[in-house]
């Protein structure tokens, strides 16, 4: 069974210094790896993804990921966080071969301060 | 980028009535969607995959005679909720992915269902 963990349920960062969103997975075989961000009371936005290539992917808003494989990591970074940036996080993974069905992580709720 | 809509965006009725929940994909056919249930400041989860032209899949503890899914067209999936009680009450998020890869699904708006 696939499996997503993200140890942070809360990230504070100040405006303009680098954020970090923590993920780590279990799954057998070559991860699909994604983050998706939602804003209160609205659906899932997709930011990025990981299939397969370089490590590190360029998503939207200037988000970044990088791939891990050895730490089975995939965490969402972003040089110089916004506070429009505020939301809450989703990292999810779906095996390949599998069904398309995603599962997600508890989510992380960052907060970016003025 | 693929669109996916709901409707409606909110929704109160009273305990024991039915509630229906539309989704739909604007600019692309999909063959699947997913049907997630999400409770405040926590993850989603999978409650069903519904499948156009035969029965839907429920995940293990959804009631399938209580959470009726029918996906009647390549755009439009529609999760009733029968019988309603107050302990229903949740944001009922879907979503779809466009055919051809990507891999990415794309999610709706959701809708905040309050029995009262």
Known sequence: AQSVAQPEDQVNVAEGNPLTVKCTYSVSGNPYLFWYVQYPNRGLQFLLKYITGDNLVKGSYGFEAEFNKSQTSFHLKKPSALVSDSALYFCAVRAPGSARQLTFGSGTQLTVLP | ?116
């Open chain 2, 1 to 116: 980028g693929a669109v996916v809509s709901q409707h409606p965006s909110w929704v109160i009725c009273k305990s024991g009535t039915s509630v229906k929940i539309e989704c739909r994909s604007l600019d692309f056919q999909a063959t699947t969607m997913f049907w997630y249930r999400q409770f405040p400041k926590q993850s989603l989860m999978l409650m069903a995959t519904s499948n156009e032209g035969s029965k839907a899949t429920y995940e293990q503890g959804v009631e399938k005679d209580k959470f009726l899914i029918n996906h009647a067209s390549l755009t439009l999936s529609t999760l009733t909720v029968t019988s309603a009680h107050p302990e229903d009450s949740s944001f009922y998020i879907c979503s779809a992915s466009p055919p051809g890869g990507g891999y990415e699904q794309y999610f709706g708006p959701g809708t905040r269902l309050t029995v009262t």
